[in-house]
């Protein structure tokens, strides 16, 4: 299966624009690139998905390397509800035919 | 916002209970798919569906079994509970392919003494 990694855990101040980065060396051509945030007690949330080009949505931009062996989420100007575990997912990666999440990054947002 | 909906959000419930979990989603969307999420932990895909007649297992076992015999409903049932299917189960829809996002509900807190 394809794989995603990301940081266990990140720290931004609110107000200020936020980088998640993700690193997906084995994707395949026809893999697309998923970013999910789950908030406390939630289920996860859609924010932006995209193939080889950016994509900006009014959640977020995502940034997509030319080799697409990684991809960055922006959070233009991060507010306190931005604090949840963001995913990074490649679909349909080669596994089961859904989403496979992994253990995401923990976003902190510092006031 | 997203129209899609588990029943009960919080399960408390004895050993060897039958259970069943409730979702339904007013999308139309033809897949559906349940997950299972231990507090703190990454979640896994156990079952999905394609449409009517259609479940596949994911990529954890489990013990649960779902049916799919209208596209809007998608329950899944726990025959025998034991306390190892103590977790959160939450249940997604989707259009078909790859270009297309997932919503997800709420779910439910499963509690098995």
């Known amino acids: 299966d394809a794989k995603t990694t990301q940081p266990n855990s990140m720290e931004s101040n609110e107000e200020e624009p936020v980088h998640l980065p993700c690193n997906h060396s084995?994707?395949?051509?026809?893999?697309?690139i998923h970013w999910y945030r789950q908030l406390p007690s939630q289920g996860p949330e859609y924010v932006i998905h995209g193939l080889t080009s950016n994509v900006n949505n009014r959640m977020a931009s995502l940034a997509i390397a030319e080799d697409r062996k990684s991809s960055t989420l922006i959070l233009h100007r991060a507010t306190l509800r931005d604090a949840a575990v963001y995913y990074c997912?490649?679909?349909?990666?080669?596994?089961?035919?859904?989403?496979?999440f992994g253990k995401g990054t923990h976003l902190i947002i510092q006031p | 916002e997203a129209d899609i909906y588990q029943t009960p959000r919080y399960l408390v419930i004895g050993t060897g209970k039958k259970i069943t979990l409730e979702c339904s989603q007013t999308m139309g969307h033809d897949k559906m798919y349940w997950y299972q999420q231990d507090p703190g932990m990454e979640l896994h895909l156990i079952h999905y569906?394609?449409?009517?007649?259609?479940?596949e297992k994911g990529d954890l076992s489990s013990e649960s079994t779902v049916s799919r015999i209208r596209t809007e409903h998608f329950p899944l049932t726990l025959e025998s509970a034991r306390p190892s299917h103590t977790s959160q189960y939450l249940c997604a829809s989707s259009e078909m392919g790859r270009n297309t996002e997932a919503f997800f509900g709420q779910g439910t807190r499963l509690t098995v003494v």
């Open positions: 997912i490649l679909f349909p990666g080669g596994g089961a035919d859904g989403l496979t």
């Open positions: 084995t994707i395949s051509g026809t893999d697309y």
């Open positions: 569906s394609y449409g009517v007649n259609s479940t």
